[in-house]
């Protein structure tokens, strides 16, 4: 299976956490979001325990909460003592609802507007990754009001492209996110922070690319930030207190995706930074990473009720389904791959291929294409699609007038809600 916690059960159903998904379509309706609260426990756990030991202590993982974010998550992420990223103020809001204590919250975003600066300090955020110079000056000044000295990462763009695997450093240096190194600005921007009296570099951030598979991104971006930082302490005296690495491993939609073995990554990494650290003569800072595709993903799965089946002869096959991009637009976006299962037909044999598709009032709508399903799917049945748990409902939509599905956890063999079904009155809440 394409995930550890997905089986089949002898009454040919998919069971995922241990549980009948039809018997949880039956009680929480569908489209339904189901989410293995013990995976994303596990992983937090892995990411955590690799850090400890291969980083040492000071050293760990930060939640990426825009992979997908509400209150019961960020209150599992306090549990399991992670830090988290933020990139708006609404992030921010939601994490102090479900009492996450911001020290350990990093703040990002390209644009921060001057409210979402003075909400964050507000609510004494712990750490700004910087993107540019007019939001230092604006940092700095908020920082300046209060009488505090604000601790800020700044973002860099290391020059690695991560999916081409080359070091292509015009496709990343253009990038909307940071200050190259290349061209001179990192020095800039470094040297200008330094000069603040508001504020404490605390040290440097990058992020080379998402869904990383690549053998040895990380390591390479590591090399080149810590060849920078030994740059910054010549230059300017300054010693890196930390290093963010930026998003975390890729995670399996689909079986040609490799299990990426954290644990081994962690340490292939680690020792790179050590090797890198002693040539340049420099102390290993605190490493971070920010995962959030790799703690969330593959703790996900999305349940939708077949409806009309489409067979038009000599071209193709079509499954509607009673959710789609409103729920799900990564397909739309991106083409991204999903495994998708007939949850209550699994003794059948695979030999009908279609195209997954949505409700919605657009030809983009669709989950999936050439999916294989068996020839008897028809209106009524189910389908699950895996490794829903990132960049699903935290890009959830209302498009046409759908309201967004609930968030059903699943943990140690009971199932909660945690995100309730939006009501139609949800729908006009505001409209005046
Ligand atoms: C998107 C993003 C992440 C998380 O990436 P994943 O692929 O979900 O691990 C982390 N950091 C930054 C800055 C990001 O933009």
């Given at each position: 299976?394409?995930?550890?916690?997905?089986?089949?059960?002898?009454?040919?159903?998919?069971?995922?956490?241990?549980?009948?998904?039809?018997?949880?379509?039956?009680?929480?309706?569908?489209?339904?979001?189901?989410?293995?609260?013990?995976?994303?426990?596990?992983?937090?756990?892995?990411?955590?325990?690799?850090?400890?030991?291969?980083?040492?202590?000071?050293?760990?993982?930060?939640?990426?909460?825009?992979?997908?974010?509400?209150?019961?998550?960020?209150?599992?992420?306090?549990?399991?003592?992670?830090?988290?990223?933020?990139?708006?103020?609404?992030?921010?809001?939601?994490?102090?609802?479900?009492?996450?204590?911001?020290?350990?919250?990093?703040?990002?975003?390209?644009?921060?507007?001057?409210?979402?600066?003075?909400?964050?300090?507000?609510?004494?955020?712990?750490?700004?990754?910087?993107?540019?110079?007019?939001?230092?000056?604006?940092?700095?000044?908020?920082?300046?009001?209060?009488?505090?000295?604000?601790?800020?990462?700044?973002?860099?763009t290391?020059?690695?492209?991560?999916?081409?695997?080359?070091?292509?450093?015009?496709?990343?240096?253009?990038s909307k996110?940071?200050?190259?190194?290349?061209t001179?600005?990192?020095d800039?921007?470094?040297?200008?922070?330094?000069?603040?009296?508001?504020?404490?570099?605390?040290?440097?951030?990058?992020?080379?690319?998402?869904?990383?598979?690549?053998?040895?991104?990380?390591?390479r971006?590591?090399?080149?930030?810590?060849?920078?930082?030994?740059?910054?302490?010549?230059?300017?005296?300054?010693?890196?207190?930390?290093?963010?690495?930026?998003?975390?491993?890729?995670?399996?939609?689909?079986?040609?995706?490799?299990?990426?073995?954290?644990?081994?990554?962690?340490?292939?990494?680690?020792?790179?930074?050590?090797?890198?650290?002693?040539?340049?003569?420099?102390?290993?800072?605190?490493?971070?990473?920010?995962?959030?595709?790799?703690?969330?993903?593959?703790?996900?799965?999305?349940?939708?009720?077949?409806?009309?089946?489409?067979?038009?002869?000599?071209?193709?096959?079509?499954?509607?389904?009673?959710g789609?991009?409103?729920d799900?637009?990564?397909?739309?976006?991106?083409?991204?791959?999903?495994?998708?299962?007939?949850?209550?037909?699994?003794?059948?044999?695979?030999?009908?291929?279609?195209?997954?598709?949505?409700?919605?009032?657009?030809?983009?709508?669709?989950?999936?294409?050439?999916?294989?399903?068996?020839?008897?799917?028809?209106?009524?049945?189910?389908v699950?699609?895996?490794?829903?748990?990132?960049?699903?409902?935290?890009?959830?939509?209302n498009?046409?007038?759908?309201?967004?599905?609930p968030?059903?956890?699943?943990?140690?063999?009971?199932?909660?809600?945690?995100?309730?079904?939006?009501?139609?009155?949800?729908?006009?809440r505001?409209?005046?």
């Open positions: 299976m394409i995930a550890k916690n997905i089986s089949i059960g002898e009454n040919g159903h998919v069971y995922f956490a241990g549980q009948d998904t039809i018997v949880l379509a039956q009680e929480y309706g569908t489209p339904l979001y189901l989410l293995d609260e013990e995976m994303i426990r596990s992983n937090c756990r892995v990411y955590k325990n690799a850090f400890k030991k291969h980083f040492g202590e000071g050293s760990c993982p930060l939640y990426a909460s825009k992979a997908n974010a509400f209150k019961r998550i960020f209150e599992i992420m306090s549990e399991e003592e992670m830090g988290i990223d933020v990139v708006s103020s609404g992030e921010i809001y939601t994490a102090l609802q479900a009492g996450y204590d911001l020290k350990k919250a990093y703040f990002h975003s390209n644009n921060k507007t001057d409210k979402d600066i003075s909400y964050a300090m507000d609510n004494n955020i712990g750490y700004f990754v910087a993107d540019n110079i007019e939001e230092i000056k604006a940092i700095e000044r908020e920082a300046e009001q209060r009488g505090i000295k604000q601790k800020l990462l700044l973002r860099l290391p020059g690695i492209d991560p999916h081409t695997y080359e070091a292509v450093s015009t496709g990343k240096v253009d996110f940071g200050s190259a190194i290349e001179g600005q990192a800039e921007i470094t040297r200008y922070t330094l000069n603040q009296s508001h504020i404490e570099l605390a040290g440097f951030h990058c992020h080379v690319g998402s869904q990383v598979f690549a053998e040895d991104v990380f390591e971006a590591a090399v080149i930030m810590l060849k920078f930082s030994a740059e910054m302490k010549r230059k300017y005296g300054y010693i890196t207190q930390q290093l963010d690495l930026g998003g975390g491993y890729g995670v399996r939609y689909v079986d040609s995706d490799p299990f990426m073995d954290v644990d081994k990554k962690v340490s292939e990494v680690a020792a790179a930074i050590t090797d890198s650290c002693n040539s340049l003569g420099i102390e290993m800072p605190e490493i971070h990473m920010e995962p959030g595709r790799s703690i969330v993903g593959a703790a996900g799965m999305t349940l939708y009720t077949v409806g009309t089946v489409k067979t038009i002869p000599g071209y193709k096959n079509y499954v509607s389904i009673d789609g991009m409103p799900n637009p990564r397909y739309a976006l991106y083409k991204s791959s999903y495994t998708c299962l007939l949850a209550n037909k699994m003794q059948e044999d695979c030999d009908f291929k279609c195209s997954i598709v949505g409700r919605c009032c657009e030809s983009g709508d669709i989950i999936q294409e050439n999916v294989m399903l068996p020839q008897s799917v028809t209106r009524g049945d189910l699950a699609v895996c490794t829903t748990g990132a960049y699903n409902y935290s890009m959830a939509s498009y046409n007038r759908i309201p967004r599905p968030i059903v956890m699943l943990c140690d063999g009971r199932s909660y809600v945690a995100v309730r079904r939006e009501s139609m009155e949800d729908l006009c505001n409209d005046l």
